[in-house]
């Protein structure tokens, strides 16, 4: 359940000020599920920065307890005060966590997931902080399982730098049209960020569009990210990436498919990925409290270069499906069925090009994986 403090009681006791129709929000998810999964390694690959060649364990099966499967756990406040003339001042701060070992992730930090604070009226949003990337935000509404966690390819979709560091966002809606855009000073996913005489190192910016009328949306989006290649040096490279998508509701159904094109340069301006990606699927909902899901996703590799010292290579083409059941015993809380298949890849669409950033590493000598999980969710 919510939880919502007025500042007029408990925040004013706290801080000795009174804020007229202000209020905190706490909010939440814990999610858990019992895992079987194919052909995984038993340990992060490693890649040979001189020849590329890729080191990997043998692929086994595991079963394991595991935290977020349609949700990743999470908790988090949020805060709106009106300030006076249709103008509000409002902040996010989320924390991820892992159910399974209670550990918080997104590398240890408190409020990994988001935390920014801002001004919005009728004419938008401005946020400054740790935010979503524009291009994140916007094709979460376009993804067939909705940036379900466990199954989710979403570092593919996305890129690995789909929530940015020392980021300023302003989003807006007029009519039927909504759009933002954004500019990360520094994303320390690869590097430090902020560097003095290095003014380009690390940064993202981005923009979105979304047109929503009736039944149909469509969006357009487009993100650029400049990690560091070379802490030494600071050598940064530039990574690439532009998406359209549609959606179309019926009755009890929903459909969506679409493209991101995906280029990622090193500092010398050699390419170090280019790649397609598509995505089609939907969700049906069978009864009030019962929804199936499926989604296919398809990646095509058309350059892969692990090092600016390793040969080009051209590797399999990697996709995925995936399918859902969830049925909800009440608002708050649903049990589910999740199950995905890849093939040249692990789970996720995981391969050498995401740099090893989850845990499905195909185990060596296999060409694909199966998971399968039966968990819970609980919103708060």
């Known amino acids: 359940m919510k939880r919502s403090l007025s500042s007029l009681a408990a925040l004013s006791a706290l801080t000795g000020v009174a804020h007229a129709q202000s209020s905190v929000t706490l909010y939440g998810v814990v999610d858990a ?54 103008t509000k001042a409002l902040f996010v701060l989320e924390s991820g966590f892992g159910l399974d ?7 240890g ?37 909705g940036y379900a966690y466990q199954y989710e390819p979403l570092d593919v979709m996305t890129g690995i730098n789909y929530r940015s560091d020392n980021t300023i966002k302003y989003a807006g809606k007029f009519g039927a049209v ?70 179309y509701t019926f009755n009890r159904a929903v459909i969506m498919a ?23 699927g939907g969700n049906y909902q069978i009864t009030p409290a019962l929804t199936v899901t499926l989604a296919y996703y398809y990646e095509k590799l058309r350059t892969v270069m692990l090092t600016p010292s390793a ?7 990697p996709w995925q499906t995936s399918f859902i059941v969830d049925y909800n015993l009440s608002k708050r809380t649903d049990v589910y069925f999740t199950t995905a298949y890849a093939k040249n890849a692990g789970l996720d669409l995981h391969s050498v090009t995401l740099g ?16 399968a999980a039966m968990g819970i969710r609980h919103k708060f």
């Not at 070992?101 to 590398?107: A, E, I, L, W």
């Open 178 to 247: 909504s759009g933002e855009a954004y500019w990360s000073f520094g994303n320390g996913v690869a590097g430090a960020g902020e560097v003095p005489g290095q003014f380009r190192r690390d940064i993202g910016y981005g923009a979105a569009l979304v047109y929503a009328s009736g039944p149909f949306s469509a969006t357009v989006a487009y993100d650029e990210y400049d990690p560091t290649i070379t802490p030494v040096t600071g050598a940064y490279g530039k990574f690439r990436k532009a998406a359209a998508a549609v959606n």
């Open 356 to 371: 090893f950033s989850n845990v499905y590493a195909l185990g060596a000598g296999k060409n694909n994986m199966f998971g």
């Open 33 to 86: 599920n019992i895992e079987y999964v194919t052909n995984i390694a038993p340990a992060t690959p490693t890649v040979n920065p001189a020849t590329g060649q890729v080191t990997v364990g043998p692929g086994n099966n595991r079963f394991a307890l595991s935290s977020g499967g349609m949700s990743a756990s999470r908790w988090g406040l949020r805060g709106v005060e009106d300030l006076g003339g249709g």
């Open 109 to 145: 930090r408190l409020f990994g997931r988001q935390a920014f604070v801002g001004l919005s009226n009728s004419l938008g949003s401005v946020t400054f902080g740790r935010q979503y990337t524009s291009l994140g935000t916007v094709l979460a509404n376009f993804s067939p399982t």
């Open 101 to 107: 070992d209670g550990k918080s992730m997104q590398g």
């Open 258 to 280: 679409g493209y991101r094109w995906g280029k990622n340069q090193f500092s010398d301006g050699m390419t170090a990925l280019r790649d397609d990606f598509w995505w089609i």
């Open 311 to 317: 040969p080009t290579t051209h590797p399999a083409n």
